[in-house]
C-alpha cells in the first residue's frame, strides 16, 4: 500500500503544502508564511486531522534551511529534529532537486521542488 507524502515548505511569504500519493498528486495548499501563524499547534493540528481523514499515519518532509529548522511551524524540536506522533513522522530536509512525473494537480503555481524532496525521501536518498 502507497504511502502519503506531506512536504512543508515555510518561507518569508507563505507555507507551501504538497500532498502525495505515490507519484501522484493529492493535495496543494498555500498557507500563511510562518511568522503569520499564532498557534503553536496549527500545522501539527492540521497533520493530525489529515492523517484521521485518510485513516493513516502520515510521512512529513519539512524542508527549510539549518537555521530555520528549530521549533519550525511545531514539527520539530529546539534541535530542529523532526518530531514524531501516532499521526505523523517528521523528517527534516534542506531545500532541494528534480525526477520521474506523476499525475498533477493544475493551478496554484508550481511544486516542482517540493515534489523532488518527496522523491528523495522516499527513495532513501540523502538530499
Given amino acids: 500500500m502507497e504511502s502519503f ?20 498528486e493529492f493535495l496543494r495548499a498555500l498557507l500563511p508564511p510562518p511568522s ?3 498557534h503553536e ?3 501539527p493540528t492540521l497533520l493530525e486531522g ?8 502520515l510521512h512529513v518532509v519539512l524542508s527549510v534551511d539549518a537555521r530555520d529548522a528549530g521549533f519550525c511551524l511545531g514539527l520539530t524540536d529546539e534541535l530542529g529534529l523532526g518530531q514524531r506522533s501516532v499521526f505523523y ?11 520521474r512525473r506523476g499525475s498533477r494537480i493544475r493551478g496554484l503555481g508550481h511544486f516542482a521542488d517540493l515534489r ?6 522516499d527513495h532513501g536518498g540523502a538530499p
Fill in 5 to 24: 507524502t506531506v512536504v512543508v515548505s515555510p518561507s518569508v511569504s507563505q507555507t507551501r503544502v504538497l500532498v502525495t500519493h505515490g507519484p501522484d
Fill in 36 to 38: 503569520h501563524v499564532h
Fill in 41 to 43: 499547534r496549527a500545522m
Fill in 50 to 57: 489529515l492523517a484521521m481523514l485518510l485513516d493513516r499515519s
Fill in 89 to 99: 513522522d517528521v523528517e527534516v530536509v534542506g531545500r532541494r532537486v528534480r525526477r
Fill in 116 to 121: 523532488q524532496l518527496r522523491l528523495v525521501t
